[in-house]
T-cell receptor, first 109, second 114 residues
Framework: GQNIDQPTEMTATEGAIVQINCTYQ??????LFWYQQHAGEAPTFLSY??LDGLEEKGRFSSFLSRSKGYSYLLLKELQMKDSASYLC??????????WGAGTKLIIKP | DAMVIQNPRYQVTQFGKPVTLSCSQT?????MYWYQQKSSQAPKLLFH???????NEADTPDNFQSRRPNTSFCFLDIRSPGLGDAAMYLC?????????????FGDGTRLSIL
């Protein structure tokens, strides 16, 4: 079966750095997305990785290792507004998007 | 601004009473998706349209149907809602179904069943 694993919940402090991990087992791989979803709202696109390495976009960076079936989302200089769920999603060999259940990130002052 | 719009944001219906959720887009994207998302769970794909070609996920209940009368609009019809159908329903669009295409989501409709 196809599976995306993320921690259910994480807590971090305002101003700090947090890394949210995602591991996947899918039938093929055609890219990995990270989305942010605030409570009661729709997911919004954060990043896309298809090659190994780090993609940096402002305070957010996303890393991919295809050989390990692993990605992480790194959030720097955390702000209270970063409190949200972060969803990892992988496109498989049939171009189907497989979603993780998301990691709820709680930011404390 | 180009966007994906879902109406209404909140919908309440009675057990067994048909309900229709609507989605419109000004992005002129070829692909439109309907997802069901329950609390703390991954979005579950129900259907998607590539232009007018309809694609039904194998495990989508027969109770759920969809229509796309034109590029801009897509509807989700729930014929006889049960208590288990209470969820957030998300509409999304993308330019193509290819690997590198992010999906753009509307704000969702939260459906409650009485």
């Amino acid at each position: 079966g196809q599976n995306i694993d993320q921690p259910t919940e994480m807590t971090a402090t305002e101003g700090a750095i947090v890394q949210i991990n995602c591991t996947y087992q899918t039938s093929g791989f055609n890219g990995l997305f990270w989305y942010q979803q605030h409570a009661g709202e729709a997911p919004t696109f954060l990043s896309y990785n298809v090659l190994d390495g780090l993609e940096e976009k402002g305070r957010f960076s996303s890393f991919l290792s295809r050989s390990k079936g692993y990605s992480y989302l790194l959030l720097k200089e955390l702000q209270m507004k970063d409190s949200a769920s972060y969803l990892c999603a992988v496109t498989d060999s049939n171009y189907q998007l497989i979603w993780g259940a998301g990691t709820k990130l709680i930011i404390k002052p | 601004d180009a966007m994906v719009i879902q109406n209404p944001r909140y919908q309440v219906t009675q057990f067994g009473k048909p309900v229709t959720l609507s989605c419109s887009q000004t992005l002129n994207h070829n692909v439109m998706y309907w997802y069901q998302q329950k609390s703390s769970q991954a979005p579950k794909l129900l259907f998607h349209y590539y232009d007018k070609d309809f694609n039904n996920e194998a495990d989508t209940p027969d109770n759920f149907q969809s229509r796309r009368p034109n590029t801009s609009f897509c509807f989700l019809d729930i014929r006889s809602p049960g208590l288990g159908d209470a969820a957030m329903y998300l509409c999304a669009t993308s330019t193509e179904t290819g690997a590198a295409q992010p999906q753009h989501f509307g704000d969702g409709t939260r459906l409650s069943i009485l």
